[in-house]
């Protein structure tokens, strides 16, 4: 029976172990069969770093599978690196990074400050500030990447994807590494770029010294758990570690991107998140409007939050009442029988725990794959057999868990166990539409609420429709911010920004301007935005018109698709003034893209190629590489989702 089988039959039986079923004696199966059943899943998540660590001398030991962490099943045992060797190189790591939002950033600086207090000589770097013609240097290399879009890789990492895929990637037998993969289940290519990054440094003939992790957007403790197993496989591989004082640690020699120890974390965080009194709830649709769109204002008072012009806030969202009640009563369940929630196993009645702690509003493939067992109706085990991936595909598309236990039943499941299959529902980041420095006790958002029919039933967004329909001021919500670092304003003021930003992807420049304004930035301002209908649709109108008429800003082109015969968008815009765009692009200006990422930023980056070769002669690979380059000097950025 391979590891995976046997896990699955561990679960059926409670984790009861026997001499028949295992390698363990009868004295070692009595004691496990004492400790695993009490293991929270932390706990499980320490042990199999610290095993992995022991296994290297030979014996690899996997990590258990789980919603939220699934380590990749082609893993090879970590070589020890042999005692009184730490000066071969040994001792030094290379921390890469690609990230779009800022998650995988901020977990590779984490990791990296771990190194540095283990007294390991650590240098962080984004994919694409690293130059690959160093790769073949790297003794130990650890990647922290997210997956963007359909499996894309973030901004910051296409340009070493392509390398490492690419015939001119040098053979890495010298390498050790270990891949951390951030991703989201719902969807199809889950933590695709990790898993590219993880078969192709094994292709390359690099050694896998701890098995890859791919987290689910609930990262922290699979993360934190994939930090401890690097950091024991290094020390386990290294008897020079044992003896690093915390004097070594200080003294690790300063070089690019190594850290110094973090700042005193804030009171409040993604994992402690401060509740913030709602002051304004304003619709800034139009009568007539087919769209609502919230500007929403909280405040900030006695959170100590800081945040930037390009950051965003965290929304930990609620269910709608209306769905979970609805979703009780097809189960036939007891709204108030007491289930577990939260990492720590504590309790809450049934109806609280699904309107704010489980996702209940999609369906991924991993959910469907474990309630199968839970339903005596033989076709969703069908449905999650191998060889019908597009069929799954389309059945979770656009349902929900009510349309899953009505279209499954009978039912075999009590409470607690379908609660068990649930995970925790993810925060919706929004970007801030305002300033710091010019409100620092407050924060404002622009979100629009999402409504729509599906498989003949009214479908609502969850933190949208709550803000839209149930939030008013004087009520609280659990918020905390979320930096963006790959999105900020040029640090000269004096930069000319163009920013382009249809719908609710104009929010952040709504900051960026306020901040210009409270600073007296100089530089030159270009808005392109972009919506349904001048008259009901033309978001934050009377903020334009005021900085316009006050310089702070220079210039705005808009495009209202619903106004005109044939539709008109901002990248049209954008091609109708290639002549300015470019001479404001030669003359350094920096360009921001905030929106849709399917349709408008693959638009707009092709209008942007487009201007560069009508009006610089350019080829068209010479204007991608021109772009390509912007984005290597921070000239060209995007928050894109």
Request: proline share 6%.
């Amino acid at each position: 029976m391979n590891y995976s089988a046997y896990l699955s039959t561990a679960r059926c039986i409670l984790l009861s172990l026997h001499v028949q079923n295992s390698p363990f004696t009868q004295q070692q199966v009595d004691l496990l069969n004492q400790l695993l059943p009490s293991l929270t899943e932390s706990q499980r998540h320490w042990l199999s770093g610290y095993l992995a660590a022991l296994g290297t001398a030979g014996t690899a030991i996997a990590s258990e599978p789980s919603a939220a962490a699934q380590p990749a099943a082609a893993s090879q045992p970590a070589a020890a690196v042999p005692a009184g060797q730490a000066d071969d190189g040994s001792q030094e790591v290379t921390v890469l990074y690609g990230s779009q939002t800022g998650n995988s950033q901020g977990l590779a600086k984490t990791l990296t400050r771990k190194l540095e207090e283990r007294g390991f000589r650590a240098t962080l770097s984004s994919m694409r500030d690293f130059k690959p013609a160093a790769l073949k240097k790297v003794r130990n290399l650890f990647i922290v990447v997210s997956t963007h879009g359909e499996g894309e890789p973030p901004d910051n990492a296409v340009s070493f994807h392509e390398f490492l895929h690419s015939k001119r990637a040098p053979r890495l037998e010298g390498v050790r590494f270990s891949v951390l993969a951030l991703g989201d289940t719902s969807y199809e290519k889950f933590c695709q770029t990790g898993k590219d990054f993880d078969r192709r440094l094994e292709e390359l003939g690099a050694q896998r010294l701890c098995p890859r992790v791919d987290c689910d957007v609930d990262y922290d403790e699979p993360a934190a758990a994939w930090m401890e197993q690097v950091l024991a496989s290094l020390s386990a591989g290294d008897a020079a570690s044992a003896t690093i004082s915390a004097s070594a640690s200080a003294a690790a020699p300063a070089g690019a991107g190594t850290l110094q120890p973090a700042a005193e974390p804030p009171a409040y965080s993604r994992t402690r998140p401060f509740y913030a009194e709602v002051l304004d709830n304003i619709n800034l649709n139009g009568r007539g409007s087919d769209r609502e769109t919230r500007h929403l204002v909280l405040s900030l008072e006695g959170s100590g939050f800081r945040f930037e012009p390009g950051d965003c806030v965290g929304i930990y969202p609620e269910n709608d009442p209306a769905l979970v009640d609805q979703l009780i009563e097809a189960m036939g369940w007891n709204a108030e029988e007491p289930v577990p929630v939260g990492r720590q196993g504590e309790e809450r009645p049934l109806r609280e725990a699904l309107l704010r702690h489980y996702e209940i509003t999609v369906l991924t493939r991993p959910l469907l794959e474990q309630a199968a067992p839970l339903s005596a109706n033989g076709k969703l085990r069908e449905l999650v057999q191998p060889g019908r991936e597009q069929e799954l595909k389309a059945y979770v598309k656009e349902r929900d868990l009510l349309d899953l236990v009505r279209d499954f039943g009978p039912w075999q499941a009590t409470p607690r166990q379908f609660a068990a299959i649930l995970r925790k529902i993810p925060a919706r980041l929004y970007s801030i539409a305002s300033s710091f420095k010019a409100n620092p006790d407050e924060v404002a958002l622009t979100i629009r609420a999402v409504r729509y029919e599906a498989h003949g039933r009214l479908r609502k967004g969850v933190c949208s429709v709550q803000c839209a329909e149930r939030l008013q001021p004087g009520d609280k919500l659990p918020i905390y911010i979320h930096s963006n670092p790959n999105f900020k304003m040029p640090s000269d003021p004096d930069t000319p920004i163009v920013m382009i930003g249809p719908g609710t992807g104009v929010a952040p420049f709504r900051a960026f301007l306020e901040e210009r304004e409270e600073t007296g930035a100089r530089g030159r301002t270009w808005l392109f935005f972009g919506d349904r209908r001048f008259r009901t649709d033309f978001l934050y109108q009377t903020d334009w018109q005021r900085w316009l008429k006050e310089g702070v800003l220079t210039r705005m082109d808009v495009a209202f698709s619903r106004d005109t015969a044939e539709k008109v968008y901002v990248q049209h815009r954008m091609l109708e003034k290639s002549r300015d765009l470019y001479a404001w692009l030669m003359d350094g200006a920096a360009v921001y893209v905030c929106g849709d990422e399917k349709h408008m930023a693959h638009d707009v980056h092709r209008a942007l190629a487009e201007v560069l070769a009508k009006e610089g002669g350019m080829s068209r690979e010479d204007a991608e590489a021109y772009l390509e380059n912007m984005q290597q000097q921070g000239r060209y950025q995007r928050d894109v989702y």
